[in-house]
């Protein structure tokens, strides 16, 4: 057989093989279309799993109150809930970061001012984004934080140290099966 027929027939070998792989191939392409899809979605769908459960610490717009709301809400003198404070520190030896105080007793409807430090153990900048989360998960629906160093970016000098101010108040409606909550927060590290 010559070397031109012995071509043809393996061009035609490889044309059929290309035709049986191209259901294949476009089934391949449809599924990497949809996990990107899909990938790019998640994170719409996560915030409003949030947004519906609490998780994250966020319930709808409960989580922030207005300046113009404190006069209208009761206190609710009958009741004490225990608020503990936590602060995770995944970046030891870049920050020192912990709670002012470990808890206070707070009556729904009252307003409390807390803090947290954090300090910049590195000699240069460095920027976080705070986030907190709150638990039991039910409470992010009656806990709102009318000032809180969650709400910015924290940038902070080289060795700064700050006290970072969280004022906040549980709802008087608060079920009666919650008398501790814990508000935690951790420092993600922003890269500039």
Request: glycine share 6%.
């Amino acid at each position: 057989m010559s070397e031109s027929k012995l071509a043809s027939q393996e061009h035609k070998g490889g044309s059929e093989q290309a035709k049986k792989n191209a259901p294949l191939v476009a089934k391949l392409l449809i599924g990497v279309v949809l996990m990107f899809g899909f990938g790019y979605a998640l994170v719409p769908l996560y915030d409003i799993l949030c947004d519906i459960t609490g998780l994250g610490g966020k319930a709808g717009n409960n989580t922030q109150i207005s300046e113009q709301e404190i006069d209208s809400k009761a206190i609710d003198y009958s009741r004490t809930v225990t608020v503990e404070f936590v602060a995770n520190n995944y970046m030891q030896g870049r920050w020192r970061f912990e709670p002012g105080e470990y808890k206070v007793e707070v009556h729904p409807g009252e307003f409390t001012e807390t803090h947290f430090v954090a300090e910049n153990l590195l000699k240069t900048e460095q920027s976080v984004r705070p986030s907190y989360n709150l638990a039991p998960a039910e409470s992010s629906l009656y806990f709102q934080k009318i000032q809180c160093f969650c709400f910015t970016e924290q940038e902070f000098e080289g060795n700064e140290v700050k006290r970072m101010p969280v004022i906040f108040r549980i709802k008087p409606d608060l079920p009666k099966h919650i008398s501790t909550i814990t508000l935690a927060y951790q420092l993600n590290h922003l890269d500039k």
